[in-house]
């Protein structure tokens, strides 16, 4: 039985953290601008000694300023800091900045299955895997009844058969809480849903389609005329498509834009600093992350993804898993900490067929 | 001594010309709507017979609409057709359309130096790429003073200090017209203008500084405070740095947003499609193209570049040259035809420290 | 219904073939050399005139001199031709020579399933792999009665606890004839069924043991006090282990030395063209080749392995399928032709794990 | 001014020496074969307790069984250790065995330019290597003088046109004092040679040549012909070859033989074992070992060269450079330790370019 490793919390009675001055703030020089010498997040637990208490920081994620409001610490990208908001300076380690990083949040039950999150000398094509699968659908299990699992595809899962299919068939089974891609999952899926291809090619026998490579402006454009992905999926009845079982199943879907994109496809974000706000109100509640053969929305998504979360008023680790045939693409995230980051070296359809047929989906 | 290769004009008082009828056109049913039956572009230089004559395509793209405007017609990204604009219908490649695509444009005149830019096998790490540098050097030194080069750089680039020096090298000697990059390169090539390293680690010695980490973040916060990158340039004594290059010799930097940015910079365009605007804008009138070690800029970039060009008054090829250390990145652009893609598999800092050394630029 | 393709046998009694005149032979000039103008072999089904019939080759292998004996031509490496031995020599393609290449020998019958083996274009991680999968399962299924399934298999196969598990079923099941490896694979086999580690490291857990450099080198002089795999395998109770079920099920193991070995384990061949004709009479036999993450054997038995087979009183293809997680690797085998190679680019462990559990061996 | 660090001699006057036991030793159990708990060599300096004297081991290499003869410690192969010769036994590390081992060699002369070796959190395309070449350049300039350099090369160096004229220019200037590879990498130069191709095509425009898959064979039959390799470059003038110049310069070639080959050209080891003791002679008196562009070569040389050496005199680091455009095949030889392994992720195309231009042999 798979259990969540339980959180330390620090014991902030202790003489050092009593010692420890409050943190200093300065106002942010203008909309967007910080202060010399800021503070700059982490992926794990942060607490800022404001007033006599310790605050545990919110809306956590990495190399955002923190701003302290009516007394409580945010994490925020500089961005959309405003102007005079009291922004934290101050980089030592050592409690001095009124800082406090809880790296060991949840190392005293290292033990059982969890140790093996912190083994991290580098993933290889060689590294044994059958461990991290089956922790993998352990965890799967567990956070589709207590967590939100997020998922990032590339456009590669699009292209294959039975990797659509699998995918399709974990949304339908309540497996995915939110999705991200770019406009070209969502073109190719529909447009395999359309013509049984991707890009001109069919996506079992590999057939070439005579002016295939219009299928794809096809698509978008039929959807661009439906007005929304919504009302195409509606009106038109796709079978294992990723994004028909999303509208079906109400899992939001954030499409962010591309320098790449043909189209866009209604609804594809354009902005990309939009988008990232609207992936980063799905990742506030992510408790798993699973991202698979794109290396641009793994590391966006990578990016604002904290070590922790508050699920069911408990803190509890955030699971990370890159897939991607690349090393060098999964060792992009590598470095972000012990805790959350787990990689599979392979192709993202063989991936999906084992964990549909595992958690018994297709 | 370098020659381009000749334009072979088609005869249009050929009786299969005279037979074929005119082009058919409907008015787009919305604005970013196209009617059924849309005709596509491709890279090549295509006619389209308006009236009695046969008028060569303005604005080339592949995978627009084509609008016909006051009797000449237009490549049009789809979401910038609007409605009611005569948009050319008809897929067929025999005429019956009243489209000529002109596949064998440079064909005749196929001898000598320009025949390997036909040859099309695939390329690996274990091609021979002796030939391919010096073609690329004689088309270098030939549009420097005939055409319009642009570079497309992914952010590794700025991540090694001889790497770094050549491509300002090749700024300053007049090799870039205009440089499409991300929030990245930009970001981490002022960084090592800065601090002398990358993402904290030093750019020639590999030492990772004390608190690194904050480097990028320090960076953009200070460009940002000087309000534009020109300004904070010129605030700063940046030695070999890409992005000071461009704003002493005045080379167009187009900054395209992407989800992973941190910051951005200012002066990058958050909205990718009005970013793809800005770097078409350039790349209609680019003679070569050489994009180094991103595969989001350089399908970009493949996407709006035709394999043809007018420039001092005559169609020329244009040469596309892709670089990236992995087989499958160049693949992606491997099958746009065969007179202007090339590619290179190697590692783009020796790339650069090679052509810069080749074109005496260092 | 799996069905092999049917052979076309060439109609013989067409003037062309009769106006064709014989083979010319010239004598060795020495042991191991050939004659100028020498022909060299292909992996088609290749006919040679001998006095006024067209004899099929024996022995098929690519770039093979061809020797006549008793008035029967055999494929024969230049290394094993004796002095003064009736060599084939002219290199023409136009039966001039006396020679007939048979390269359409499946063609006609190319409907239905056998049609994408002739699809070529090259595979990526990209390329939909779901037809493959089944046809594969399809044709192991078929030969494992009527054919003979050769395995050559890299040392990765051995360092997961899954994958080693799958093909240890996959042997126990009778979907192996022969397996080729080199003695890395049989030296890690055998750690994992000792200590349950790959070069120290546990197969399941990943954790690292104390001394566990030690455990190839032990296992290595264990085998080796032991006399033989055989003896050690009957003296040690091996669970899941690839090189036991080998010998528990009689399939026999061709392991070729190389210069990476350590020891070696008694039973690996150190001279690599005895290694190469221990192999070779395998594949005289072999109707399904199936290689696994490793260049060299692959390469190595794809250089001897013909595109077809006389199997059960019939010529039928073999099928080859390379796996590797490397476009690279893979493209190495890509060019020998349209009816026997099929590739599939991802991670060996999840190749065997899919392929254990569609053929229900585990 | 590039200098060697000094080597730190142990103070074995130290109580903790003083009191450490002799060495252990059993009786080999039969030729080829260890005693349980036999002790294992690593790649540093290692001095066994032999009477009174610390003795530094003879003959160094890692994953060797230790032999006393005559009252000296040497690196034995188990396969070459004799029937009841003494055999060092005892694994710990706390000189309880009587074996020190000297991981701190060159730790506390570790400052300028030596200190980057010691630099190891994994290279990828990534990193800088600006330093590296600087470094490797000064190395090279030193140890032609003073020291003895040994080059790998896979076969792909023979493909192109300027790679082999480098590679061709290194030797003539004093570059190379032993050169490894296999039977494709002499094979392939040599076709250059005669036919100003690499598998048939051409070396510097790519074009493919008719009947061209003839040309390697051809090659292969001529220089059998001619009874060995030097008397084949004797007979033909071959310029910027890679083997001739071997030949003209008395550079030593050890042609290891492998499953893969054609062939194989005289010369060439057929037995792997032999092939390992041949390359080890070599391996026994390098200061520095460049390997480019071969797995199999550079693993087997890897596993047989310390990290030091003894030089005029004087224990000195051993320089280990690997050049591979696969961060997979570099990252294999990664963790033998701090002081002597490099590795440069490239096209060794470009890096013997480089190479070439730097040291002005071209």
Chains 1, 2, 3, 4 share one sequence.
């Not at 010399?36 to 955002?64: H, Q, V």
């Not at 500089?78 to 908001?85: H, L, Q, T």
């Not at 380690?93 to 290292?110: M, Q, R, T």
């Not at 706000?277 to 408790?287: F, N, S, Y």
């Amino acid at each position: 039985m798979f259990k969540l490793p339980e959180y330390t919390v620090p014991d902030f009675s202790k003489a050092i953290f009593e010692a420890a001055p409050v943190v200093n703030t300065v106002p942010a020089p203008g909309d967007g601008l910080l202060p010399d010498n800021f503070y700059a997040t982490t992926i794990y637990p942060e607490y800022f000694k404001i007033g006599s208490s310790w605050e545990l920081i919110n809306a956590p994620r990495m190399d955002c300023a923190v701003v302290v409001r009516d007394g409580k610490p945010y994490a925020v990208e500089a961005r959309r800091v405003g102007k005079d908001e009291a922004v934290v300076v101050g980089r030592e380690e050592d409690l001095s900045n009124g800082v406090f990083i809880h790296y060991d949040a949840f190392k005293e039950n290292n033990n059982g299955r969890v140790q093996s999150f912190a083994f991290r000398t580098g993933k290889s094509r060689e590294s044994s895997y059958s461990r991290d699968y089956d922790q993998l659908y352990d965890i799967l299990r567990h956070d589709r009844e207590h967590g939100s699992i997020v998922w990032v595809l590339g456009p590669a899962v699009a292209f294959d058969f039975d990797a659509r299919r699998s995918m399709s068939g974990l949304i339908e089974h309540g497996y995915v809480d939110a999705l991200f891609a770019g406009n070209a999952l969502a073109t190719h899926d529909l447009e395999a849903g359309l013509f049984h291809t991707g890009l001109g090619q069919d996506i079992y026998t590999k057939e070439l389609y005579y002016n295939g490579h219009y299928h794809h402006l096809e698509t978008i454009n039929r959807v661009r005329c439906a007005g929304s992905i919504e009302t195409f999926v509606t009106q038109n009845n796709l079978s294992d498509s990723i994004v028909a079982s999303c509208v079906r199943k109400n899992v939001p879907l954030v499409l962010a834009g591309s320098i790449r994109d043909d189209g866009p496809l209604p609804g594809v974000i354009g902005n990309v600093y939009e988008a990232q706000d609207a992936m980063r109100r799905h990742i506030m509640k992510a408790t798993t992350v699973i991202a698979l053969a794109t290396q641009l929305h793994t590391i966006a998504t990578g990016n604002m993804t904290p070590s922790w979360q508050i699920c069911e008023g408990k803190l509890r680790p955030v699971y990370f898993y890159t897939i991607d045939i690349s090393e060098f693409a999964v060792g992009k995230l590598h470095d972000r900490g012990s805790l959350s980051v787990n990689s599979i070296v392979t192709n993202v359809q063989d991936f999906l067929i084992n964990a549909a047929r595992s958690l018994e989906v297709i």
